[in-house]
């Protein structure tokens, strides 16, 4: 036996070669591949929507929008368009989550930064203080590259339509005036198309950042098959 596996040794390691090969590619065939949700304004948490949206079942996308950015530029969906991107609400003085969100948008930037197919959006919920100029400070101090990432300001109503019509992502303010929000944690995963993807994520939980990079590498992929 061993005297036949020495004379006939490269046709047994071409046999267990092409014997990986065939286990591999029927494993890969029968493995279903992982696609992302297009989710509508139904399936959110209702605190999250306005009430015209609640019960919108298909074709839900983002509204279009005009806002200004740190460096006083006008920003409209154009500048998003064939862009997987991903979108927040903060403040600049907010003293609780936005930092841990900025920090966490950050580790997002970095990872795309070369990436011209990603990019991020975060809207200021106090749009009266947040000016370009004060936006203009804060990018600068949190590292924010022009090129990538763009903190919005706006008219305040629509800002608060943008969050509760389009992106579903931030409570009323029960108490404030109106147009007032209380902003969540949430990241939301928008697609070339202006749709909502897969879920939010909670842009303080860095297992949840890192699910959202994984989720953006399967988005993107499904862009070149």
């Known amino acids: 036996m061993l005297e036949f596996l020495i004379k006939n040794k490269w046709r047994a390691l071409f046999m267990l070669v092409l014997s ?9 065939a029968l493995t279903p591949k992982k696609t992302l949700a297009i989710l509508q304004p139904d399936q959110f948490d209702p605190t999250l929507v ?11 996308k983002v509204a279009p929008f005009k806002l200004i950015n740190q460096n006083g530029d006008t920003i409209t969906e154009n500048d998003y368009k064939n862009k997987i991107y991903v979108a927040d609400f903060f403040f600049t003085t907010c ?30 919920v106090t749009p009266e203080y947040d000016t370009p100029a004060i936006l203009k400070a804060y990018a600068i101090e949190k590292g924010v590259l022009d090129y990538k990432w763009n903190l919005v300001t706006g ?5 608060y339509n943008l969050a509760r019509k389009s992106y579903l992502a931030v409570k009323d303010a029960p108490y404030g005036g109106q147009y007032d929000m209380v902003h969540t944690e949430n990241f939301i ?17 860095m297992e949840e950042i890192e699910a959202l990079i994984d989720d953006i590498y399967i988005l993107k992929a499904s862009y070149s098959e």
């Not at 306005?50 to 839900?60: C, I």
């Open 20 to 28: 990986t090969v065939i286990f591999l590619a029927i494993q890969h």
């Open 50 to 60: 306005d009430d015209s949206m609640l019960f919108v079942k298909k074709y839900h």
């Open 95 to 124: 003293p609780t989550i936005c930092p841990t969100m900025t920090k966490n948008m950050s580790v997002l930037q970095e990872e795309f930064k070369d990436d011209e197919e990603v990019v991020f959006l975060s809207h200021s």
């Open 155 to 159: 008219k305040k109503e629509e800002i």
């Open 189 to 205: 995963l928008v697609d070339k198309e202006g749709r909502l993807r897969s879920r939010t994520y909670d842009g303080t939980d």
